[in-house]
């Protein structure tokens, strides 16, 4: 079977794993965190960034870090993983959703400015597939009204808007290494603090709502608790993983935007013959390979030709659910429809990306699509 997604490994992550228990040093924030941190720091001038176990927990870290509680509203897509809202209902907050572009799955500027009201405290965007959301327009809501950006560039590592590193926009920003990824550790994710006066209060929350990690800087000659906080902070076993990933980067992009425009050419007789759609990247945005997917006429469509991929042992998928219409939220989203994430939920079908697939399994999975419609 071609599998929707399988971790390639490099071979340094091993070495780094063994290093870290030969040493004897598993729990966190030690030699490998160190190391992960200052790569993020460097590459793309992050100030200030903190391993966490997933994006997840980021996204939670963020919500405590800009005190989101009852009465806030947060406007979110609601073509996203539950994640993103999440980490917002947990603190008590009001989930506001707001619908894609018509041509690409990320949040709508003009949705995000009819869903704004005098209790929004944030905004938070997801940059789908690791193109970039139109961040300038953006920018300038959050300006005007006086409010949080939350940057979910889960699938967004290397990518970026008008030559400025996606991350680098919001008060917070948080990062996703889940096997799905580009660059994996199995689970883990980041915290990116661009806010520098909630730089010092971020450590506080990582580490169970202690001053422990300037205690262990030798600023403070003890430590307590002294805030809210968890246990957000991966083992070293997680980051030594991760930098091996980290230090084959360009290896794991190239391989993958290979990948990504062998797709585009081979499809493109098919979606200029009105068959479906291919991905549309922004002209201020770049491609970083995260995921290939086409967006069907129908949801009919959509089930129709997954079946008979799957039939041939070809590992494709669809994607989100639109949040709005699940079963949790139905009956508190309070808004208008939003037809274009559900477009994206009924009809957009991801095929397989990842470093192990060959030229040949490619022509397969684009000649079985060909395939498919030539026989219907």
Known sequence: MIRFNKPYLFGPELQNVNQAVTQGRLAGNGQFTKQCHKFFEDRYGFSKVLLTTSCTDALEMS?????????DEIIIPSFTFVSTANAFV?????????????????????????????????????????????????????????????????????????????GSFGHCATFSFHETKNVVAGEGG?????????????????????NRTAFFRGEIDKYGWVDLGSSFLPSEL???YLFG???????????????????????????????????????????????????????????????????LEIGAVFHYLSLHKSEYYKDKHEGSDLPNSDRFSECLLRLPLHLHLSNTDIDFI????EDYYSNS
């Open 190 to 210: 980041l915290l990116v603090v661009n806010d520098t006066s909630l730089q010092k209060r971020s450590e506080i929350l990582w580490e169970k709502g202690t």
């Open 63 to 71: 919500s405590l870090l800009l005190n989101i509680g009852p009465g």
């Open 366 to 369: 684009c000649k079985s699509i």
């Open 245 to 311: 990933q980290l230090s084959h980067i360009d290896d794991i992009q190239s391989g993958r935007i290979k990948i990504w425009n062998a797709y585009f050419k081979k499809l493109s007789k098919l979606s200029e013959a009105g068959y479906f759609e291919l991905p549309r990247i922004p002209e201020y945005a770049t491609n970083n390979g995260h995921v290939f997917f086409i967006v069907l006429k129908s949801k009919q469509e959509r089930d129709a030709l997954l079946n008979h991929l799957k039939t």
């Open 238 to 240: 997680i980051a030594a």
């Open 90 to 166: 947990l603190r008590g907050a009001k989930i506001v959703f707001a619908d894609s572009n018509e041509s690409h799955p990320n949040i709508s500027v003009d949705s995000i400015r009819r869903c704004i009201t005098a209790q929004t405290k944030a905004i938070v965007v997801v940059h789908y597939g690791g193109a970039a959301c139109d961040m300038n327009s953006i920018m300038d809501l959050v300006k005007e009204h006086d409010l949080f950006l939350i940057e979910d560039a889960a699938q967004a590592i290397e990518s970026f808007y008008k030559g400025k590193p996606l």
